[in-house]
């Protein structure tokens, strides 16, 4: 216990202590210098107590960092503690590329959670999925024990070639699911293919909104259009997102004049308005445009699916978006960590708020996709519920939309798990159908292109033998797979579909993949029809005015 007045511990000055409050000035949101509330001279006043008083040794650092990450978490689900360390790499799958096994990840309840593969790395050919949660890294527990995302990075990064072996456990298995990942070069391509899907009509698909998309897509809109594009069908289905202003610029790219395409508001910043430039010409402000979306479409993709419904510019296919309308800004801290601030929210020009609720807390939060799917509302929409209340207007035709988080599209396209089997799920959770093409490409690749030269001889000649589909059943019963003829028949199409896509990516390039694949992917045939069918022209868009 402290004594007398000659014992008393003298407190620094709220300016020293609060330091973190100035940092809130890189932001330019005050006008001048913030004074330090009751409350954060209370948390200061208890920390400086622990530091000099306290019975044991204690690491400050440690303990600031707890708290701010504990407080964070009281917030919202998109405030994020990002240490001086983790900083210069937080933002690589948007600036740069990088060796590694290709995923986005967050620590969430000290458990590594996959966010999302990163498309044509090594994990994603693996088939390792969003929300996976690592819990080994070479035999070694990583979850439960404080580790931090500079850790992960060290952990799983190295040396194209080289391995790292996983432990990862999955919603609905029982088991720790065994992953061997061969590291790689990780592309860091925001614009996946660009290629006309029928005459006339082109196909653009955007895996992520970052600093090198506008270039991408203006080259490839300009290149599709010289091949004779006259209606485009753009992508969005898995994109999370990205930077703010290239969703502003690629809405820019479709909508004409200065209409408003997002603005942004908060309890401590005005509302900002985001509106096209009229003295700019976009490179497909004409023509016939439908945007896929589906349950991870967020952030960037949403801000640009809800202006192109909200102008009735095009039509929105797929299912109703994840519903990430939070704006974060960096705060500095002063000893060169950051905090990822939310500070304001998405809306629509309609005045939808794009960010879903949150009030459940996190764990309700992060489960939402996989609380979706038991509703049954990846299946039907009649699973929704959809009260007058959630209910505004499009600002041309006056078209009703729905608010309450995500963006609801124009037409629906059911979830797709005819070919679905756990056969066929064993066979990429063990790598198998990837090593088998790596292996069966590597041998015969100059035979393979001496016959099929271009990936368009190669989609209308090639199929996959029938000695391959045996040799990828042997590897399975290799690991302890059992051959199951029912299930293998079940899911035989989508097997063989994967198998001729992947080959096409290991001759020829990652587009000529989608190309492939793309005769699995239900919205995008959905979106051909709609454009062939007439349905288009029925569905009472504002499209004509863009012409």
Same mark, same amino acid.
């Given at each position: 216990?402290?004594?007398?007045?000659?014992?008393?511990?003298?407190?620094?000055?709220?300016?020293?202590?609060?330091?973190?409050?100035?940092?809130?000035?890189?932001?330019?949101?005050?006008?001048?210098?913030?004074?330090?509330?009751?409350?954060?001279?209370?948390?200061?006043?208890?920390?400086?107590?622990?530091?000099?008083?306290?019975?044991?040794?204690?690491?400050?650092?440690?303990?600031?960092?707890?708290?701010?990450?504990?407080?964070? @978490? !009281? /917030?919202?689900?998109?405030?994020?503690? $990002?240490?001086? &360390?983790?900083?210069?790499?937080?933002?690589?799958? +948007?600036? #740069?590329?990088?060796?590694?096994?290709?995923?986005?990840?967050?620590?969430?309840?000290?458990?590594?959670?996959?966010?999302?593969?990163?498309?044509?790395?090594?994990?994603?050919?693996?088939?390792?999925?969003?929300?996976?949660?690592?819990?080994?890294?070479?035999?070694?527990?990583?979850?439960?024990?404080?580790?931090?995302?500079?850790?992960?990075?060290?952990?799983?990064?190295?040396?194209?070639?080289?391995?790292?072996?996983?432990?990862?456990?999955?919603?609905?298995?029982?088991?720790?699911?065994?992953?061997?990942?061969?590291?790689?070069?990780?592309?860091?391509?925001?614009?996946?293919?660009?290629?006309?899907?029928?005459?006339?009509?082109?196909?653009?698909?955007?895996?992520?909104?970052?600093?090198?998309?506008? @270039? !991408? /897509?203006?080259?490839?809109?300009?290149? $599709?259009?010289? &091949?004779?594009?006259?209606?485009?069908?753009?992508? +969005?289905? #898995?994109?999370?997102?990205?930077?703010?202003?290239?969703?502003?610029?690629?809405?820019?790219?479709?909508?004409?004049?200065?209409?408003?395409?997002?603005?942004?508001?908060?309890?401590?910043?005005?509302?900002?308005?985001?509106?096209?430039?009229?003295?700019?010409?976009?490179?497909?402000?004409?023509?016939?445009?439908?945007?896929?979306?589906?349950?991870?479409?967020?952030?960037?993709?949403?801000?640009?699916?809800?202006?192109?419904?909200?102008?009735?510019?095009?039509?929105?296919?797929?299912?109703?978006?994840?519903?990430?309308?939070?704006?974060?800004?960096?705060?500095?801290?002063?000893?060169?960590?950051?905090?990822?601030?939310?500070?304001?929210?998405?809306?629509?020009?309609?005045?939808?708020?794009?960010?879903?609720?949150?009030?459940?807390?996190?764990?309700?939060? $992060?489960?939402?996709?996989?609380?979706?799917?038991?509703?049954?509302?990846?299946?039907?929409?009649?699973?929704?519920?959809?009260?007058?209340?959630?209910?505004?207007?499009?600002?041309?035709?006056?078209?009703?939309?729905?608010?309450?988080?995500?963006?609801?599209?124009?037409?629906?396209?059911?979830?797709?798990?005819?070919?679905?089997?756990?056969?066929?799920?064993?066979?990429?959770?063990?790598?198998?159908?990837?090593?088998?093409?790596?292996?069966?490409?590597?041998?015969?690749?100059?035979?393979?292109?001496?016959?099929?030269?271009?990936?368009?001889?190669?989609?209308?000649?090639?199929?996959?033998?029938?000695?391959?589909?045996?040799?990828?059943?042997?590897?399975?019963?290799?690991?302890?797979?059992?051959?199951?003829?029912?299930?293998?028949?079940?899911?035989?199409?989508?097997?063989?579909?994967?198998?001729?896509?992947?080959?096409?990516?290991?001759?020829?390039?990652?587009?000529?993949?989608?190309?492939?694949?793309?005769?699995?992917?239900?919205?995008?045939?959905?979106?051909?029809?709609?454009?062939?069918?007439?349905?288009?022209?029925?569905?009472?868009?504002?499209?004509?005015?863009?012409?």
């Amino acid at each position: 216990m402290l004594k007398s007045n000659q014992n008393k511990v003298t407190l620094p000055s709220a300016k020293t202590l609060f330091s973190i409050t100035l940092s809130l000035l890189s932001l330019g949101v005050f006008a001048q210098k913030p004074n330090p509330s009751a409350t954060s001279e209370k948390f200061a006043t208890l920390l400086y107590y622990i530091e000099n008083a306290y019975v044991d040794t204690v690491n400050a650092e440690k303990l600031t960092e707890k708290a701010i990450v504990a407080l964070l @978490e !009281e /917030l919202d689900p998109h405030s994020v503690y $990002l240490s001086k &360390e983790e900083l210069q790499e937080a933002n690589e799958p +948007l600036n #740069g590329s990088f060796d590694g096994v290709g995923i986005q990840f967050n620590i969430f309840h000290d458990t590594i959670l996959v966010v999302e593969p990163i498309q044509g790395g090594p994990s994603e050919k693996l088939g390792i999925r969003a929300g996976d949660k690592i819990v080994t890294i070479e035999g070694e527990m990583v979850a439960g024990i404080g580790i931090k995302n500079n850790d992960v990075l060290k952990k799983l990064r190295g040396p194209k070639g080289t391995k790292v072996n996983v432990g990862i456990e999955r919603s609905g298995s029982k088991e720790l699911i065994a992953y061997s990942i061969t590291r790689d070069k990780i592309p860091i391509y925001s614009l996946d293919a660009a290629y006309l899907v029928s005459p006339g009509i082109g196909y653009i698909k955007i895996s992520r909104f970052a600093k090198t998309t506008m @270039e !991408e /897509l203006r080259t490839a809109i300009g290149e $599709l259009k010289n &091949e004779g594009m006259k209606d485009l069908i753009l992508d +969005l289905q #898995g994109n999370g997102g990205g930077f703010l202003n290239t969703a502003v610029e690629m809405c820019d790219e479709f909508l004409s004049g200065d209409k408003l395409l997002v603005y942004t508001e908060g309890t401590h910043f005005r509302r900002e308005d985001h509106k096209a430039n009229p003295t700019v010409q976009g490179s497909f402000e004409k023509g016939r445009l439908v945007v896929l979306i589906d349950e991870s479409s967020a952030s960037a993709s949403e801000i640009l699916s809800g202006a192109i419904q909200d102008w009735d510019r095009g039509l929105i296919v797929g299912r109703r978006s994840f519903g990430k309308g939070l704006v974060q800004r960096p705060v500095s801290l002063p000893d060169g960590s950051a905090v990822r601030l939310t500070v304001q929210k998405y809306y629509t020009p309609s005045g939808r708020c794009i960010q879903k609720p949150y009030d459940d807390g996190l764990d309700a939060y $992060l489960s939402d996709k996989e609380k979706r799917f038991k509703n049954g509302e990846y299946f039907s929409l009649d699973k929704l519920d959809l009260p007058d209340s959630l209910k505004y207007y499009t600002n041309n035709k006056k078209r009703v939309v729905f608010g309450g988080g995500g963006i609801l599209p124009d037409v629906f396209v059911p979830l797709d798990t005819t070919d679905n089997s756990a056969y066929f799920s064993e066979m990429l959770r063990t790598g198998v159908n990837n090593d088998w093409v790596l292996s069966y490409v590597n041998t015969n690749r100059e035979m393979l292109l001496a016959q099929y030269p271009n990936i368009d001889s190669f989609m209308k000649g090639y199929s996959v033998p029938a000695s391959g589909l045996k040799e990828m059943i042997k590897m399975l019963e290799d690991k302890k797979v059992p051959y199951n003829d029912e299930e293998y028949k079940r899911s035989e199409g989508s097997i063989i579909i994967r198998t001729k896509a992947l080959i096409a990516r290991n001759l020829y390039d990652n587009e000529s993949f989608f190309m492939v694949i793309n005769a699995l992917n239900p919205a995008m045939l959905k979106a051909v029809d709609i454009l062939k069918d007439g349905s288009f022209e029925k569905a009472n868009l504002a499209h004509k005015e863009f012409k």
